[in-house]
């Protein structure tokens, strides 16, 4: 199946400052790529929908000027938690479907996100 | 938007006994299900998924049953083992390769021995 990355699979910051995540489609170019946020014991809630050359679309609730997507290429968007603060402390997750198979989506390992 | 339900939260079994987790979604244009099951720290897994199209599928031990008219999906395992235990995630999406998953909020399935 497909394969997508994410990087770092971890990271701890202080409060106050802005981390990057990125995904990466690496055997395949998704124009489009979705970013969830879990927190312990529950349950994936889509963030937003990265979409490669314009603005990404965000659910309703998400702080687009907090939470900055980027999609500069058909094989990676970033996600910058920026001013984190440790509310912002989640396990971050990319997905995108593969368009030779545009039923199933295929998911990133995840990012702990921690802060101090 | 699409919002789907799932029940139980979470569910004890003994092995070797049958678990069945369902769901419920709203929007009547989603037409495809998939099923994920998911490890502490670690992405979801896809362990079956189906389409509107069909009413039900079967991979060995793991069944999805659809019924479009009541907007309803479950999952059955039979002949649950210990490594069978994780937590599971219904969803539901639109066939459209530019339309997010939407999950239900989880079921804890715990078989022991």
């Known amino acids: 199946g497909a394969v997508v990355s994410q990087h770092p699979s971890w990271v701890i910051c202080k409060s106050g400052t802005s981390v990057k995540i990125e995904c990466r489609s690496l055997?395949?170019?998704?124009?489009?790529m979705f970013w969830y946020r879990q927190f312990p014991k529950q349950s994936l809630m889509l963030m937003a929908t990265?979409?490669?050359?314009?603005?990404?679309?965000?659910e309703q609730g998400v702080e687009k000027d907090k939470f900055l997507i980027n999609h500069a290429s058909l094989t990676l968007s970033t996600l910058t938690v920026t001013s984190a603060h440790p509310e912002d402390s989640s396990f971050y997750i990319c997905?995108?479907?593969?368009?030779?198979?545009?039923?199933?989506?295929?998911f990133g390992p995840g990012t702990r996100l921690t802060v101090l | 938007g699409e919002n789907v339900e799932q029940h139980p939260s979470t569910l004890s079994v003994q092995e070797g006994d049958s678990a069945v987790i369902k769901c419920t979604y709203s929007?009547?244009?989603?037409?495809?299900f998939p099923w994920y099951k998911q490890e502490l720290g670690k992405r979801p897994q896809l362990i079956i998924d189906?389409?509107?199209?069909?009413g039900e599928k079967k991979d060995q031990r793991i069944a999805v049953t659809l019924n479009k008219t009541a907007k309803h999906f479950s999952l059955h395992i039979t002949e649950t083992q210990p490594e069978d235990s994780a937590v599971y995630f219904c969803a539901a999406s639109r066939h459209q390769a530019g339309t997010a998953l939407i999950f239900g909020k989880g079921t804890t399935l715990s078989v022991s021995s």
């Open positions: 997905s995108a479907r593969d368009p030779r198979n545009r039923v199933e989506q295929f």
């Open positions: 055997d395949f170019q998704a124009t489009t």
């Open positions: 189906i389409r509107s199209n069909v």
């Open positions: 990265s979409n490669e050359g314009s603005k990404a679309t965000y």
């Open positions: 929007d009547s244009a989603s037409n495809y």
